[in-house]
């Protein structure tokens, strides 16, 4: 049974700060690349941050809306992977989805529920 569940959305104001984080249960998650995506209403999902295994590269990839605002990191005894959001703006506002992906190795793929963040005054 593999399962995630992600939590530590919801309302902020503008300049604000969120934790998400993405609990996992079924597999090691530092096995897996662990992806935040993103999306917000009447756009196409997106890729916010990617975080590699610990056995592969370890390499962190944000994309452009994240990049210099959000941190992706991991907590193996936890077997979970967060997203500390800084600097909030109205345009974060989507649902984020917590993803583990197997490729190469695997076939595996796994996702969250997602939980909303809402950034406004």
């Known amino acids: 049974q593999v399962q995630l569940v992600e939590s530590g959305g919801g309302l902020v104001q503008p300049g604000g700060s969120l934790r998400l984080s993405c609990a996992a249960s079924g597999i090691v998650f530092e096995f897996y690349t662990a992806n935040w995506y993103r999306q917000a209403p009447g756009k196409q999902r997106e890729v916010v941050a990617t975080?590699?295994?610990?056995?592969?590269?370890?390499?962190?990839i944000y994309g452009p809306s994240a990049k210099g605002r959000f941190t992706i990191s991991r907590d193996t005894i936890a077997n979970s992977v967060s997203l500390q959001m800084n600097g909030l703006v109205p345009e974060d506002t989507a649902v984020y989805y917590c993803?583990?992906?197997?490729?190469?190795?695997?076939?595996?793929?796994?996702w969250g529920q997602g939980t909303q963040v809402t950034v406004a005054s």
């Open positions: 993803n583990a992906n197997g490729a190469p190795h695997s076939t595996r793929d796994f």
């Open positions: 975080l590699t295994p610990t056995s592969a590269t370890n390499e962190i």
